[in-house]
Structure formats: C-alpha cells, structure tokens
C-alpha cells in the first residue's frame, strides 16, 4: 500500500517542468513494480500523462500533488475521483472550498489513506483475502428479477470482501450495482452472470475498469480479440480476470 509522508506533500514546482515525467517514471517504478510490469513503458507513459492532464482539471499542477493523484490512480483505478465507491475523492476535488491546492492535497491524501487503511488494510491483508477469496468464487447465477439479482450480490460482495462491503456500505454498493447493469449492457453483456462478473470487477479494480489501461486484458477479453478464447464474453471476462488474479498474487 502507497505511504506518503506529510512532508512529501509540499509546493514544489508545477508539473510542466522540465524532467518531471523522467522522475515520475522512476517513483512508479520503484513504488509500484507490480503495475508497472502490466502497464510497461508505453502504459507508464500514458499513466503519468493522465495525471498531469487529469490533475490539472482539479486545479492540481504542483509535481507533489499530481504524484499523489497519480499514485492513487494506480492504487484505486483510473476513474476514482468519479467513482460512486469513492465519494470522498469527488467531494474534496470537486465540491469542497478549498483556499489553495496544498490543502486539497492535503485532504485527498488523508481520505486516502483512511479508505486504504479500511478497505485493504494496513498491510494489505484485507484486500489480499479478498482476493484468494474471489478466485474461487463461482460466477453462475439465476434469480429471474432485478431485486433477488441485487440482494444477491450484495451478499456475495460481501463475502468476498467484508471489509470494503462495511467501510463503503450497502446503499453505495447497491448504486455500483445499478451501474454494473448500465456498463456491462454497454459492452453486450445481458446475461446475469455476466452482470455478476462484471460487478465484481468493478467492486476489485475500479468502476472505470473497462476503460483502465491497468486491466486493458478486460477489454480484449470482452471484445474477444484472443484466438481460442471462449465465445461466451462472460466465461472470457471470468478466466480474463482470473489469469490477472492468479498473476498478481503469485
């Protein structure tokens, strides 16, 4: 898990100075291997560019506060600052009246860790179980209505991962439920187990996960650009999803 000294988070100059991205690239490297070997070179580039164009529209442009938006980005997806599961972070970026930029910062950083603290854990032992736990979860369902579909993911969120399910809490999750409908029809995905796999990938990596160039093997999964890969988007999206899972906690 990301941990940033108070200190760290100071002005210094504005993102647009010169070398900043060959630093940045160095501090992703060294402080997140794991992304960064899925990602490679050309993702970490992408990654970083996000952040300073993205941080900008939320009036972050000092170095330190767009690393801080760019390490949270790979922390908790590339949407988190529009995520439903992450309310704190649209309001501190977007609502909140703040005097300067260091005190946003400041505030984003604090929220941040409080979540990550909550949801993964101090070492990350919440989310690593999570985890285990979801690599065998079975993706068939059968409800026949929307509201035994919702009751019953909720549950299932739930056992997968307690933690998130409680610091977040059921009327958000259910909203992210709703969403799953939306998205996952967007991308030709109706059946409910799909709706299934694909809530679930939401609630692991990130609403904006179809769109995250961390986990682009989802799209090529739901697109299904892989030679040999089941014609089901579902059981591409699942065995997609696993394979990542299995990879990451090797």
Known sequence: MLRMRHEQIEVFETAQAHHFALRMERHLKDAFPKH???LGNDGIHEVIDYGIRQGKIYGLTQQSSVRLFTDLTLLLGRFFHADVQMPWATEILTKEQVADELTKA??????????????????NEFIDEAQRRLIREPIAIRTGSRGRFTTEVL????HIW?????????????RVIQEGFAKSAGVNIHSESGVLVYVVMMYMLGSGFYDDPLFAWARTAINGEDAGAPADPTERLHQAGIDYLKQWCA
């Not at 400041?106 to 070492?123: D, E, F, I």
């Not at 549950?155 to 739930?158: G, I, P, V, Y």
């Not at 307690?162 to 259910?174: A, D, L, N, R, T």
Request: charged fraction near 20%; charge should be positive; include cysteine.
């Open 36 to 38: 960064c070997g899925f």
């Open 106 to 123: 400041q505030r984003l950083h604090t929220a941040a860790m409080a979540y990550l603290n909550g949801v993964s854990g101090p070492k």
């Open 155 to 158: 549950q299932r969120l739930d």
């Open 162 to 174: 307690p933690e998130k399910y409680s610091f977040v809490g059921e009327s958000i999750i259910s």
